[in-house]
């Protein structure tokens, strides 16, 4: 098992920057690609951001490129996700997920979840 907790979350203004932060434990945390997700209120969970097991590659949804960052730091099992210009549109609970070697956009392809944090962006 891992347990992933989110943590970073809270209310914003538009055009400030977030970092959030995914800390793991339980299992080997540098044997897991992780993402991070969202899901606003009335939508489905969506896609953000991933990164292979290493760190090495990254991939990010259209919608956020340019303006996320997503890292992780094996030696302390930890990710984060570094949110810069943030939108009204971008609230949202933000999840962060673990796999064995996916980095893609499927939920169903994730193995463990955190319970999210809350971001949001008042305009």
């Known amino acids: 098992q891992v347990q992933l907790v989110e943590s970073g979350g809270g209310l914003v203004q538009a055009g400030d920057s977030l970092r959030l932060s995914c800390a793991a434990s339980?299992?080997?945390?540098?044997?897991?690609?992780m993402a991070w997700f969202r899901q606003a209120p009335g939508k489905e969970r969506e896609f953000v951001a991933a990164i292979s097991r290493n760190g090495g590659s990254t991939y990010y949804a259209d919608s956020v490129k340019g303006r996320l960052t997503i890292t992780r730091h094996n030696f302390n099992n930890t990710m984060y996700l570094q949110v810069s210009r943030l939108k009204p549109e971008d609230t949202a609970v933000y999840y962060c997920a673990a796999a064995p070697f996916y980095t893609g956009g499927a939920t169903n392809k994730y193995d463990y979840w955190g319970q999210g944090t809350q971001v949001t962006v008042s305009s």
């Open positions: 339980g299992r080997t945390f540098s044997d897991y690609a």
